[in-house]
């Protein structure tokens, strides 16, 4: 019985299990996670505009210490949710950015090119817009707040329409908001640095060449990995750059294939079922228990070390990660002088511009383009209708949206006025790309649509 590692082979059992099945175990926990994270936002906003307002600030205003001699942190704990929690939700988007990149509607140039080009005019479109309004004024450095698409929501949204929107459509917009985030943590990590600390940099190069180092080593400890993590992230916060950036350094260095092959797995798998079922009956009770701890390291060392940790992370980041950061970020007033205030603000009105407009425009047009010019094809029971659709619902920019507006403005004001818009432009986002597509019709006449896009 063989149980040393294989050579990884590819093939199309293979991808489909690697890719389509996790895609739709990823694509169902976000659409639940989407409603969790309504509620939170919900609960937040309906907080922050009770008789017990004051409660709220408090609760995300008060401060935690740790001194550790060498490394101490003095923060608020909203601070702490949006530096630690949100590290833990990078690196799952990181796993699911490397996932895609590896298996799924990233893997090849062909495949990726729709909803990279899409992404990218999503991107483009809406920080044209947004600048615009703020070139020259005090906004003018949240011109990447209205690039990020919250992809719980988006799906969420997609999920409600049931079979009017074709599982293709799904998996575009899936990988178009993991194109918006891989953006977007670019232009944190560029745009949103204000300095660099070069001694703090050395000690994170220094524990990345230890994990490098580990992985090379055969090191499959998570616990050892998630003290190395926790080290890499406390030199991130003294580099300057945010520290949530250590999730996605974290992600890439995961594993992405299995200690042991397919071919192996069956091998090893019918030798300890023989094994057990030779004792099944005889009392060897500590035979056969053995041949199931054996069975349960080789299913879980049967899966690479990426699929395990994005399936055992992804419903904590839906379910509870992502519900906190919108409980302690989307509690804003709503008074009638805030909205009228926020209704005035060029903020607002780049922010609300760039997700109801820019989004739209930008994916349908790219994307059109890209299929025009022979650079890319639509996915199999999609039409153009259905891509302004998922365009539409493109401006849904909740998470990463907010998450930019605090690293973008220092002034409490810009904060609140961009959140304003985020808000405002989600929901409406979310409403006129729900109604778009539940009156269109359920199977697209692709013969037409797709031979013929609208001039």
């Not at 409600?160 to 178009?176: H, I």
């Not at 580099?239 to 294939?257: D, E, K, N, Q, Y």
């Not at 057990?276 to 054996?294: I, T, Y």
């Not at 425009?361 to 209708?385: M, V």
Request: charged share 15%; with cysteine.
């Amino acid at each position: 019985m063989d149980l040393r590692p294989g050579a990884f082979a590819a093939s199309r059992r293979f991808a489909a299990n690697v890719f389509v099945g996790p895609a739709q175990a990823f694509i169902q926990t976000e659409a639940s996670g989407g409603i969790v994270l309504l509620i939170a936002a919900a609960a937040a906003l309906a907080w922050a505009n009770s008789p017990w307002d004051q409660s709220y600030h408090d609760l995300w205003d008060a401060h935690l210490s740790l001194d550790l001699n060498l490394f101490a942190i003095d923060e608020t704990l909203g601070h702490l949710v949006n530096d630690g929690l949100m590290t833990v939700f990078f690196f799952v988007v990181g796993l699911e950015i490397k996932r895609e990149l590896l298996h799924g509607e990233l893997a090849s140039p062909r495949k990726a090119a729709l909803p990279v080009a899409a992404a990218i005019g999503g991107m483009a479109v809406p920080a044209l817009i947004y600048a615009a309004f703020n070139a020259g004024g005090d906004g003018q450095a949240g011109w990447g707040i209205p690039m990020a698409t919250d992809i719980a929501f988006a799906l969420g949204v997609l999920a409600l329409l049931g079979r009017r929107a074709p599982f293709s459509l799904k998996v575009f917009l899936l990988a178009l908001a993991i194109v918006d985030d891989l953006a977007a943590i670019g232009v944190i990590a560029v745009f949103y640095t204000e300095s660099l600390s070069m001694e703090a940099v050395f000690w994170a190069l220094a524990v990345i060449a230890i994990i490098v180092a580990a992985n090379r080593a055969g090191m499959r400890s998570v616990d050892v990995y998630v003290a190395l993590g926790a080290v890499l992230w406390m030199a991130m916060l003294k580099t300057g750059i945010h520290a949530t950036l250590t999730g996605v350094f974290l992600a890439m260095l995961t594993p992405s294939r299995p200690y042991y092959d397919e071919e192996g797995f069956e091998t090893s798998a019918r030798g300890l079922i023989e094994r057990f079922r030779r004792h099944e009956g005889d009392g060897e009770h500590a035979v056969k228990q053995d041949a199931l701890l054996q069975m349960e390291r080789l299913s879980r060392d049967s899966a690479s070390p990426l699929d395990r940790l994005e399936h055992l992370l992804h419903p904590w980041v839906s379910y509870l990660i992502m519900p906190v950061f919108a409980l302690a970020n989307a509690g804003i007033p709503l008074s009638g002088g805030a909205i009228s205030d926020a209704a005035s603000s060029d903020v607002t009105l780049g922010v609300v511009g760039g997700l109801v407009i820019g989004k739209p425009l930008g994916i349908f047009a790219a994307a059109w383009l890209a299929c025009r010019f022979g650079l890319a094809q639509l996915p199999e029971n999609t039409g153009y209708s259905h891509i302004l659709g998922a365009g539409l619902l493109g401006g849904i920019g909740f998470t990463v949206s907010i998450f930019i507006a605090g690293l973008a403005f220092d002034s409490e004001a810009l904060v609140s006025d961009a959140k304003m818009g985020i808000l405002a432009a989600s929901a409406f986002a979310g409403i006129v790309g729900f109604i778009f597509l539940w009156v269109m019709p359920g199977e697209p006449n692709l013969a037409s649509e797709s031979a013929s896009p609208p001039a």
